[in-house]
């Protein structure tokens, strides 16, 4: 059996655990933001509307900032209020209302699970953290954990990057923090800490710290409510660990959760010695050309070309210009015959590669790709018909292509 973790990185103090419990909650009612998935969850009667709701919300947050979630969340929530609602809108509809939010197979997968709950669950959302997990498909741990002590009071934990960052500062947790050791060992954690009788809001104000004042590179530590209670606050403020064991049990040897010896405490970092993470990967760098064909349209207002990508991989079912790979290191003219031969099999004829007008280049940096477009431009005369075989694509006015579901990366281009 795995030897005990040290006391110093536990919350082993039940009056510990209260008085942390206490002073974030009131900070949290004193200080938290409005937003409107909390007021919905705090004031709709129906616990499946309300599950409906902090569920759309934390699909939503995944990798995406508070701020631009809010517009999208109040549309979404105003075009399809319920659940019923969202089962039976298109797929075509969700990419639209979703473009722009970006890891576009989010709203795919809510739109799926909705229909799942309709017609398999009766429309009744599942009221545990494991049922959730276990029933919704895209609904992982934390979503999951999320919705159960946020919209129907169960007490049981959440892990977030922002929990993540406050409890490895809480309890000076140096190991790797992506890896699945120390995950478990925070959902642990998470676990024991959960406010028994407000589970949601405490879950909430947990990850609220972590987003406004816990945050990565300057907290705010002397306006943090949870400061004496914080290890590596007081690992800064006293030159080493106190009160707990003596600090040679813990951090050589194999302490499970203390920084590897190879990279030891940085008094300059101070608190922001945690969380660490092993180094990331670098991101995979791809090169797309891609070609705006643009036509008079029949009212005589300019009408571009846009093809829809496949159903399944990056940005699926998603509305482009005209695009293909490029292999790395191909000289310019090289790519524009690639190009060329693809669009010929758009425009019906010969596409000539020194007709495309060179207009720049387009960085775009997904979450492991760094993408760059290669843009050209090319007008056609006279009247052009797609091949209906191909996949599908339309002619839409400038209007019509923002209204499109289409990346933030083809709106970049
Ligand atoms: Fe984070 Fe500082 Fe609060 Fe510790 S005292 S939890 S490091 S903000």
């Given at each position: 059996a795995p030897a005990p973790l040290p006391a110093?990185?536990?919350?082993?103090?039940p009056a510990e655990v209260e008085a942390l419990r206490g002073n974030l909650l009131s900070w949290y009612d004193r200080c938290k933001r409005d937003l409107p998935w909390r007021a919905l969850a705090a004031t709709e009667p129906d616990a499946d509307r309300r599950g409906y709701a902090v569920w759309v919300s934390e699909i939503m947050l995944q990798q995406t900032q508070v701020a631009t979630v809010i517009d999208y969340y109040n549309r979404w929530m105003q075009k399809w209020p319920t659940l019923q609602a969202l089962a039976q809108a298109s797929l075509e509809e969700v990419n639209e209302l979703w473009a722009g939010l970006g890891y576009y197979s989010r709203g795919k997968r809510l739109q799926e699970a909705a229909r799942k709950v309709v017609s398999e669950l009766a429309g009744r959302m599942p009221r545990t953290a494991e049922e959730l997990q276990k029933l919704l498909p895209g609904v992982g741990r934390y979503t999951a954990g999320a919705i159960a002590s946020i919209?129907?009071?169960?007490a049981t934990g959440v892990v977030d990057g922002n929990v993540i960052r406050v409890l490895c500062r809480l309890r000076c947790i140096?190991?790797?923090?992506?890896s699945p050791a120390v995950i478990d060992r925070l959902w642990d954690l998470a676990n024991v800490l959960v406010d028994r009788s407000r589970p949601g809001d405490f879950n909430q104000a947990l990850m609220e710290l972590g987003a406004t004042v816990c945050v990565p590179k300057a907290p705010l530590c002397g306006e943090c409510p949870v400061k004496q209670h914080c290890r590596a606050r007081c690992r800064k403020l006293f030159g080493k660990p106190s009160p707990?064991?003596?600090?040679?049990?813990?951090?050589?040897?194999?302490?499970?959760?203390?920084?590897?010896a190879t990279e030891?405490?940085?008094?300059?970092?101070g608190v922001t010695n945690f969380p660490r993470k092993a180094a990331k990967k670098a991101p995979r760098v791809m090169r797309t050309a891609t070609c705006v064909l643009e036509r008079r349209g029949c009212h005589g207002a300019l009408e571009y070309l846009i093809v829809q990508r496949p159903s399944s991989g990056l940005l699926a079912g998603l509305w482009e210009f005209p695009s293909v790979p490029l292999a790395q290191d191909l000289q310019e003219k090289k790519e524009r015959e690639v190009l060329a031969d693809h669009l010929q099999a758009w425009v019906g004829w010969p596409v000539a590669a020194k007709g495309l007008c060179f207009i720049g280049e387009v960085i775009h940096i997904f979450s492991h790709i760094h993408q760059t477009y290669v843009v050209y431009s090319l007008s056609l005369d006279g009247d052009v018909t797609v091949d209906?075989?191909?996949?599908p694509s339309r002619w839409v006015t400038k209007d019509e292509f923002h209204a499109s579901a289409v990346s933030t990366a083809m709106k970049k281009v």
């Open positions: 110093w990185h536990l919350f082993s103090d919209s129907y009071g169960q140096g190991a790797d923090s992506s707990v064991p003596d600090v040679e049990d813990c951090g050589v040897g194999d302490c499970p959760l203390c920084p590897p030891p405490w940085d008094s300059s970092l209906p075989a191909l996949s």
